[in-house]
């Protein structure tokens, strides 16, 4: 754990990962643009992809926080058969489970008071959960092996994780909920 927090090693410690989550963002808007045509026909989805990128990275956020508190406590365990490890996985994806029917819902509602709609509530609603529980699942991945990665190299996991699970699910975001668009609309 670094205890050096001068402006030169907080700059040698995030300078490298805040680059590398830059490239990261610009293969999002890439992949954003690819969908543009589809977004601006269908405005129920154009409406969901802010607030599942967003809710997304937010579900990733709060495992992270949990995940150094417990880093900090000493008490985090990269077990797998760690219940407070596992618990808090479970928690985020029933989170998920829970939000995103209401966010796909809200979406679907949201782009009828603007527009007619193009798709049914059923199927973005269909998309909007698919989307969101399979985001979850990433973003416990993402922030574990980034808890993990930042315990390994000696870095505090609360400047390191939460930035790289943000963006990291911004690009999953929008790739996640475009396969589902797909496969569902």
């Known amino acids: 754990m670094p205890t050096d927090w001068t402006v030169r090693a907080i700059t040698r410690a995030m300078l490298p990962v805040l680059l590398v989550l830059t490239v990261v963002e610009l293969g999002s808007g890439l992949v954003l643009g690819a969908f543009e ?6 405005p129920s989805l154009l409406v969901l992809v802010p ?15 949990r995940l150094s508190t417990a880093f900090h406590l000493g008490t985090l365990s990269f077990d797998p058969r760690d219940d ?8 985020t994806v029933a989170l998920a489970v829970t939000l995103f029917p209401v966010i796909g819902l809200g979406a679907w509602a949201l782009a009828g ?6 798709l049914s509530a059923w199927t973005v609603l269909t998309v909007a959960l698919s989307a969101g529980v399979t985001l979850a699942v990433l973003a416990v991945g993402v922030t574990l092996v ?15 994780v939460i930035p790289v699970v943000t963006n990291v699910c911004d690009v999953l975001g929008v790739v996640v909920l475009f396969a589902a668009v797909l496969v569902f609309a």
């Open 37 to 42: 045509d589809r977004l601006l026909r269908s």
């Open 146 to 160: 980034a808890t993990y990665a930042a315990y390994r190299l000696s870095l505090d996991p609360d400047d390191v």
């Open 51 to 65: 607030v599942t990128i967003g809710t997304a990275g937010n579900l990733g956020s709060i495992l992270a926080a």
């Open 113 to 118: 008071l603007v527009d007619e709609p193009t």
């Open 84 to 91: 407070e490890l596992a618990g808090n996985a479970i928690a």
